[in-house]
């Protein structure tokens, strides 16, 4: 199993190349969802903010 820093850098290499191959808002907002759980799971993030 990869550690945290391992999937930080997956994700990232992936959301940079997305952003190269002008990927959809909505793939680009995902992966960046990603990286920020991974970063820092205990903050709130996204949608998931107030709409429980």
Request: aromatic share 4%; proline share 6%; no cysteine.
């Amino acid at each position: 199993m990869p550690d945290k820093d391992e999937l930080l850098d997956a994700v990232g290499r992936r959301l940079l190349e997305q952003l190269e191959q002008r990927a959809t808002s909505d793939t680009i907002l995902k992966l960046a969802e990603a990286w920020a759980w991974l970063a820092s799971p205990d903050q709130p993030h996204g949608q998931s903010q107030g709409s429980s």
